[in-house]
């Protein structure tokens, strides 16, 4: 089964809970930031190229991608840019994939994300593409150590998507220690 698949079948398995954890929280948050600031990314239309990601979204996944899987740091640069982008279309298929329940929830929290006083204030974090690796950790390890189920629940989620659409990947699975699929056994399910 390849990484598209994989997404699609559901093996990202992300807790409902979560969602709704996630959903109550920032509902509230987006009503606020969206009254006080007028116009969010909400808006838009996915990225060029996405079927869920907005631009916003597809810039807080490409920093918070070297902030969560640190084996991007070993790779050179051209490498690392053609990963990111396949994670990015890993994150894109899994909430494509998802219901439409759990997509409205994780929508809730990309929104309050592209909010620019309301990201600064949870987060610390200005824009995106300037933030570095070392604030982009910091701010997953203030949420997902919240004492607000809201946060936390919101840290966890992002994490997730973010590791997971890595290990997909068959560039991962060395430092999984994953030798990859038996070859013989690779070839009968994927002729």
């Not at 809970?17 to 009254?35: C, E, H, Q, W, Y």
């Not at 190229?49 to 920093?63: C, I």
Request: aromatic share 8%.
């Amino acid at each position: 089964m390849n990484t598209e698949s994989q997404i699609r079948a559901g093996a990202i398995d992300l807790p409902p809970r979560d969602f709704l954890k996630v959903g109550v929280g920032f509902s509230i948050a987006l009503t606020l930031g969206t009254a006080i600031v007028g116009c969010s990314d909400a808006a838009k239309a996915p990225a060029r190229g996405f079927a869920f990601l907005h631009p916003g979204d597809v810039e807080l996944f490409s920093a918070l991608a070297p902030a969560v899987v640190i084996e991007l740091a070993s790779f050179d640069e051209a490498k690392r840019k053609r990963v990111v982008g396949e994670m990015l279309r890993g994150i894109d298929g899994t909430l494509a994939a998802m219901g439409l329940a759990s997509q409205k929830e994780v929508r809730k929290l990309l929104d309050l994300l592209a909010i620019s006083p309301l990201r600064y204030a949870l987060t610390g974090v200005g824009a995106w593409g300037e933030a570095g690796i070392e604030k982009m950790q910091a701010f997953l390890e203030r949420w997902r150590g919240s004492r607000f189920a809201t946060l936390n629940a919101g840290g966890n989620v992002l994490v997730k998507l973010t590791s997971s659409s890595f290990y997909l990947l068959p560039v991962s699975w060395p430092s999984a220690g994953y030798p990859g699929p038996l070859a013989y056994a690779f070839n009968a399910i994927n002729s």
